[in-house]
């Protein structure tokens, strides 16, 4: 019998292993070839410019495309005034004229330093070719403490990741529902957006303007309300979803490096990270005079209104899911208990006041009942006792006046109910706990008769 066991408990502790082991590889390869793809060789990729004066505009363009294939995207407008004004409205990352042997680059430092150097070099190389004198003028500087122009993605990161965690963080608090949990998401994204923000002025990493405030509070709570709204959907697999959106794919294309420096795959997935389009928000409203700050702040709106979609339909199908359990409770046909998720704290199993109708918002509870005697009369004060597997005890209640009870943040797999009563004869059910199905364990408690003791027995 001890071989016979070697074999499936090997399996077991293998598959178990690699459970373990998949979240930090997975994790490890993508910092791996994301941050090294991203970041190892920065330079212009389709970086949009403006010319002054359409004869230039041919010119122009051959020469970037000769020292840089596919890395600029020239465009001609009427005068210097307009391309100017293309770099102020965020049209364009830097706009060129040229009066006789004088020419002007216009460029923003709040779109970060290397991307400055860049534009500087190459087209101080251009000027020099036409044998111009190049005047570079910056009509976006930042503050003083940011001068390489990425002090708002480390701010970023401080208000995206924390609402990741707190997602984490409310998926153990089962005797919060899904209202307080919304609740509880917008206090801290307001508390962390006011301190964020008022940390970054202090330290003159921003500027005095409170729609950065805002901006702050809409990330937060956009990671945070999507990482709930997922993760009833993704299981064990959440903290790979959470990890991988938010800081593998997130950081990237956030403006360490700057957007147009970045490969084109990154530049694209840009336009949809809500890391990105806060950073993106922060600077029109911060440099640019609110320019650009429609479409990111709309973004991070979609973020929150896809985790409340999913968090609604998580409700639904509790609901959905109870009610079938229920009329399935008799069926022989039991499925194989789900993997436990070894990344995630286990929930504290909580006994849950009983309701006899739950609504959207409610904690739900995993495990609810009923115990009544041989005359169907409600047994009050029952003590129902909740263990696992190995006999280890979960969760003590005791049913209320019309004999209900219910119990929630147990862990899923099989678990053994125990009820017992003065004068009563204790009852046993074993019932399999699966994620979103309401299961329900009734019992029928006899009166216990007087036995006499057994001579075979040993008296204690």
């Known amino acids: 019998m001890k071989h016979r066991m070697e074999g499936p408990r090997g399996v077991s502790r293998a598959k178990h292993l690699a459970e373990m082991l998949m979240f930090p590889t997975v994790l490890f390869l993508g910092l791996l070839f994301c941050f090294s793809a991203a970041f190892h060789a920065?330079?212009?990729?389709?970086?949009?410019?403006?010319?002054?004066?359409?004869?230039?505009?041919?010119?122009?363009?051959?020469?970037?495309?000769?020292?840089?294939?596919?890395?600029?995207?020239?465009?001609?407008?009427?005068?210097?005034?307009?391309?100017?004004?293309?770099?102020?409205?965020?049209?364009?990352?830097?706009?060129?004229?040229?009066?006789?042997?004088?020419?002007?680059?216009?460029?923003?430092?709040?779109?970060?330093?290397?991307?400055?150097?860049?534009?500087?070099?190459?087209?101080?190389?251009?000027?020099?070719?036409?044998?111009?004198?190049?005047?570079?003028?910056?009509?976006?500087?930042?503050?003083?403490?940011?001068?390489?122009?990425?002090?708002?993605?480390?701010?970023?990161?401080?208000?995206?990741?924390?609402?990741?965690?707190?997602?984490?963080?409310?998926?153990?608090?089962?005797?919060?529902?899904?209202?307080?949990?919304?609740?509880?998401?917008?206090?801290?994204?307001?508390?962390?957006?006011?301190?964020?923000?008022?940390?970054?002025?202090?330290?003159?990493?921003?500027?005095?303007e409170p729609s950065a405030l805002v901006i702050g509070c809409l990330l937060t709570a956009a990671v945070a309300t999507f990482s709930a709204g997922v993760a009833p959907f993704t299981k064990q697999f959440f903290p790979l979803v959470g990890m991988g959106l938010f800081i593998v794919l997130s950081v990237p294309t956030s403006g360490v490096a700057p957007i147009p420096l970045l490969p084109t795959f990154f530049q694209d997935l840009h336009l949809f990270m809500p890391l990105g389009n806060a950073v993106d928000a922060l600077k029109g409203v911060l440099y640019f005079d609110g320019a650009g700050v429609l479409r990111p702040v709309l973004v991070l709106c979609a973020w929150v209104a896809a985790g409340l979609a999913l968090l609604g339909l998580d409700a639904w199908r509790h609901h959905r899911e109870a009610a079938r359990g229920a009329a399935d409770d008799d069926e022989e046909d039991v499925p194989e208990p789900p993997v436990e998720d070894p990344s995630l704290e286990a929930p504290t199993p909580t006994a849950l006041p009983v309701h006899r109708h739950h609504h959207f918002g409610e904690a739900l509870p995993m495990l609810e009942g009923s115990v009544h005697d041989v005359d169907h009369r409600p047994v009050h004060h029952a003590a129902v006792t909740v263990m696992d597997t190995r006999g280890h005890q979960l969760v003590r209640t005791a049913t209320n006046g019309q004999g209900e009870y219910a119990v929630t943040g147990l862990p899923e797999g099989y678990i053994t109910v125990v009820v017992s009563c003065a004068g009563r004869s204790p009852v046993v059910h074993q019932k399999l706990l699966q994620s979103g199905v309401a299961v329900r364990a009734d019992f029928l408690l006899d009166t216990r008769s007087p036995r006499p003791p057994s001579p075979l027995m040993p008296q204690h």
């Open 42 to 208: 920065p330079q212009p990729h389709h970086t949009k410019v403006v010319v002054a004066q359409p004869a230039l505009e041919r010119q122009v363009d051959t020469a970037l495309r000769h020292e840089h294939p596919g890395g600029y995207d020239v465009t001609a407008v009427a005068d210097a005034r307009e391309a100017r004004q293309a770099v102020l409205e965020r049209d364009a990352v830097a706009g060129y004229a040229v009066e006789g042997t004088h020419s002007v680059l216009y460029m923003a430092q709040a779109n970060g330093m290397s991307l400055e150097q860049a534009l500087t070099q190459g087209f101080t190389r251009l000027s020099a070719h036409d044998h111009q004198k190049l005047t570079v003028e910056d009509v976006a500087p930042t503050v003083r403490e940011d001068r390489n122009g990425t002090t708002l993605v480390y701010l970023g990161v401080a208000w995206s990741v924390p609402g990741y965690i707190l997602a984490t963080t409310l998926l153990r608090a089962v005797t919060f529902n899904r209202r307080r949990k919304l609740i509880t998401i917008a206090g801290v994204s307001a508390l962390f957006g006011t301190v964020g923000y008022l940390v970054g002025v202090w330290l003159d990493y921003l500027p005095n």
